[in-house]
């Protein structure tokens, strides 16, 4: 995949050293973003860490997340709109120890609770970027409340470098692992997000940006998933009208 000290902002010996480690987890074989986001987990001593890739206009796609939990709160973060994993898209780390502090119900007041609800007190998001180019990011989940330690942080930093490697160089497992225990590879994960999205485009005759928000706005005042309702509209079970109407029907 290319050498392990390129770009390195940090030293060589700790990039060197996790590079050891995510040799040791592929076993012969490319390392993965499922590598990676294992690496997380065990060297910050958070409960789950996920990989998502941004696009233009469109949802933030799912490339792996590594349990139930992460991919609830990736899944939580695309409904709502919004997050310490939406905002490092845009812009540096977003570090939050405690998801439970009045700040934090202020600045994400639909996001922080549901994800204390869902078990995760503390998030940890990092934009995987190269340049000015913005790839994704690697979010990191935590049940309790609690800092990252100074070389937790460092070390996922330097994973997080590879994650954007990984990505680049096309790394990363397609399809869901059947089994209910195990780690979830997800490529692509919401594609009827996109069709619904289209439909929605052509339908209201706006752009994709403001159609995602009306399906956003949808799933969040009927307390459904956004790609639960993506799927009624793809089916043509639900249409949504324009805004401040009584458009929005089903049938």
């Avoid at 480690?21 to 012969?28: H, I, T």
């Avoid at 910050?44 to 139930?68: K, M, N, Q, W």
Wanted: proline content about 5%; charged content about 25%; hydrophobic content about 45%.
């Amino acid at each position: 995949m290319g050498n392990p000290e390129r770009g390195d902002p940090m030293t060589s010996d700790r990039r060197l050293r996790l590079w050891a480690v995510l040799r040791d987890a592929a076993r012969g074989n490319a390392i993965t973003v499922d590598h990676v986001c294992a690496a997380a987990v065990s060297v910050s001593g958070v409960d789950s860490a996920a990989v998502a890739v941004i696009l233009d206009a469109t949802p933030r796609e799912l490339v792996y997340a590594t349990d139930r939990t992460a991919l609830e709160l990736e899944d939580l973060t695309l409904t709502l709109g919004e997050g310490p994993c939406v905002d490092a898209t845009t812009g540096g780390p977003v570090l939050v120890a405690d998801l439970t502090v009045p700040e934090c119900r202020h600045r994400w007041p639909m996001f922080a609770p549901a994800a204390v609800l869902a078990g995760v007190c503390a998030v940890f998001a990092l934009p995987l970027r190269v340049g000015g180019i913005s790839l994704g990011v690697l979010d990191l989940y935590r049940a309790r409340t609690d800092d990252l330690a100074a070389e937790e942080l460092a070390d996922v930093l330097v994973l997080a470098d590879t994650a954007c490697a990984v990505l680049l160089d096309g790394g990363t497992r397609h399809g869901m692992d059947g089994d209910d225990q195990g780690p979830e590879g997800t490529g692509l994960h919401h594609p009827e997000v996109h069709q619904a999205t289209g439909m929605i485009m052509v339908q209201l005759g706006v752009p994709a940006a403001v159609a995602l928000v009306r399906l956003r706005a949808y799933a969040y005042f009927q307390d459904r998933r956004l790609r639960d309702v993506a799927t009624d509209v793809v089916a043509r079970r639900l249409r949504l009208g324009p805004a401040r109407t009584r458009g929005d029907r089903n049938g």
